[in-house]
């Protein structure tokens, strides 16, 4: 028999394996406990995967909550982004699941505030960076882009200036993201000089800082800088990474400039590469080749457009293209059709049919256009009030017109008493044309144009002594007529130029040879 120091030693063994297997046997269960939360966390995450409504999506919820996994911040996050996915109604559900959490990571608040930033409220985002930086969170590469859209959206110019002292403070300022967002949300908020150095700044610029800066110059009117960036973007040898957005925003620019060489390139692109040719780019094309006067071709690409996809603005580029050059007939059919198909036109769609009728003499066929917009649910705005003075004035029926500006249950703009003074002006009516300028210098004071109509028809009148005490006015005021300007196409881009421009370097050689054909065409009876 083991003597009484043998027994305590085996008794200690004893009790060490015991604690071994009982320290085993708890991480084994720990194991399993977590591979099974893991396994769990999986399942369900791939449950919100599939959900594509809302009812399913608050099955798969209330599911997450009877598990005891509402504080899994991977689950959260999951339930956070597919509420958001389905709609604006859904984000007080996705806000709910966020506010329940005890601890959340960065990742976490970049999908509330992305939901906020894509759906709106824009506002909520912003307050949602505030509270996660007060938090103690140190915000990321991936949250300011959604930040910076936000203030976009809102055109929080000073929260976004900001922001952007953040980001340089982090040291994100020189992120592609965070300076592909910087570049809109300046352009956005109309500061296209910060933009464009932002953007100058980018040392590796992808597709999206291109399409950025196109799009900031198109969307403020500065369509010659944008048609610009797109050569330069042409010559950086990118060609390979153009895509559907970087045509739609520089179409605009180039369907204004009529540069119809761009168009047949951009046209042959998108068919050689394979391009999908969406509504977007459909419309841009359509208003680019009526802008040039390729009306046939316009059409062409309008009827290769499937039904489903000839939304209202592939539809307004249509009627715009044949009302603008004349085929007022051909509008109203294609707007006789689009009812047809089931659309609701909208208020453009009424302005091009007016302008078209106005255009065309159709007063009948206009006023019916006119009159039927409240049928449709569309309200009438002062555009087209002008419009419908204009189709009432070039008729002649001055009185219906002015009847008209009386009745208008809004406040008449400068356009319609615009359209009133042009419609004077055709008809001589000088004591109503009198009454609109009236109206015009106080609406319009810096307008040299409507002061110029009005001193014409004194003078045709005979008038002189009112005439000259208008011109006179317009010199007192100094009020200016903006110069007018002609544009050229060279290899090297656009040139402008306007009367008597001298800036030119080689403005003597120009006029000389100006002044030398001049005298050819002199001799060969050329006037």
């Not at 930040?147 to 953040?166: F, M, R």
Request: proline content about 3%; overall charge neutral.
């Amino acid at each position: 028999m083991p003597g009484p120091r043998q027994f305590r030693k085996l008794q200690q063994r004893l009790l060490g394996l015991n604690r071994v297997l009982n320290t085993s046997i708890r991480f084994l269960v720990a194991g399993i406990t977590y591979s099974k939360s893991h396994k769990d966390s999986n399942h369900y995450a791939d449950l919100l995967q599939l959900c594509k409504n809302i009812a399913g999506l608050k099955n798969v919820h209330a599911r997450i909550i009877v598990r005891g996994y509402e504080q899994n911040q991977f689950l959260a996050t999951k339930l956070i982004g597919s509420y958001a996915e389905l709609g604006p109604p859904n984000l007080e559900s996705a806000r709910k699941v966020f506010d329940i959490l005890s601890e959340r990571d960065v990742f976490c608040w970049n999908v509330i505030i992305k939901s906020y930033a894509n759906v709106g409220p824009f506002v909520e985002a912003l307050n949602v960076y505030d509270e996660m930086r007060s938090n103690g969170i140190t915000p990321n590469r991936y949250t300011y882009p959604f930040v910076l859209k936000a203030c976009g959206a809102e055109e929080a110019h000073k929260k976004g200036q900001l922001i952007h002292g953040h980001v340089v403070k982090f040291g994100l300022d020189f992120d592609l993201y965070v300076g592909n967002a910087l570049v809109t949300f300046y352009a956005k908020c109309k500061d296209l000089d910060i933009s464009r150095t932002i953007f100058d700044g980018i040392l590796q610029k992808d597709i999206v800082s291109w399409n950025s800066m196109i799009s900031g110059y198109t969307t403020n009117g500065y369509m010659d800088e944008a048609i610009r960036i797109f050569y330069s973007l042409l010559r950086n040898d990118v060609t390979g990474a153009l895509d559907n957005t970087t045509f739609v925003t520089v179409l605009p620019a180039l369907a204004q400039a009529a540069d119809i060489q761009a168009g047949f390139w951009i046209h042959s692109y998108i068919v050689k590469s394979g391009m999908k040719l969406n509504a977007a780019l459909c419309s841009g094309l359509i208003s680019l080749y009526s802008n040039c006067g390729y009306i046939d071709i316009a059409r062409v690409i309008f009827d290769r457009i499937s039904d489903p996809e000839r939304n209202i603005y592939v539809w307004n580029a249509i009627i715009r293209c044949y009302g603008m050059h004349g085929f007022a007939h051909e509008a109203l059919s294609m707007f006789k059709q689009l009812v047809e198909d089931g659309i609701r036109p909208d208020g453009v769609i009424f302005l091009s049919l007016l302008s078209a009728c106005s255009h065309a003499g159709m007063l009948a066929e206009g006023w019916d256009v006119f009159q039927s917009m409240e049928a449709y649910g569309v309200q009438k705005t002062e555009a087209h009030y002008a419009c419908a003075v204009d189709l009432l004035g070039r008729a002649g029926h001055l009185d219906t017109a002015g009847e008209l500006i009386n009745s208008m249950p809004i406040q008449p703009d400068k356009n319609v008493y615009g359209a009133l003074l042009g419609a004077c002006r055709i008809h001589k009516n000088i004591e109503l044309a009198e009454f609109a300028a009236e109206k015009l210098f106080v609406l319009d004071p810096n307008n040299a144009g409507r002061y110029v109509i009005l001193a014409q028809m004194y003078e045709d009148a005979g008038r002189w002594k009112e005439a000259a005490k208008l011109r006179t006015s317009i010199r007192e005021k100094e009020i200016r007529k903006p110069i007018g300007y002609s544009s050229v196409e060279l290899e090297s881009g656009y040139i402008k130029f306007g009367v008597n421009d001298e800036t030119h370097p080689f403005t003597s050689e120009i006029f000389e040879t100006l002044m030398s054909l001049d005298g050819i065409m002199a001799q060969v009876g050329i006037h």
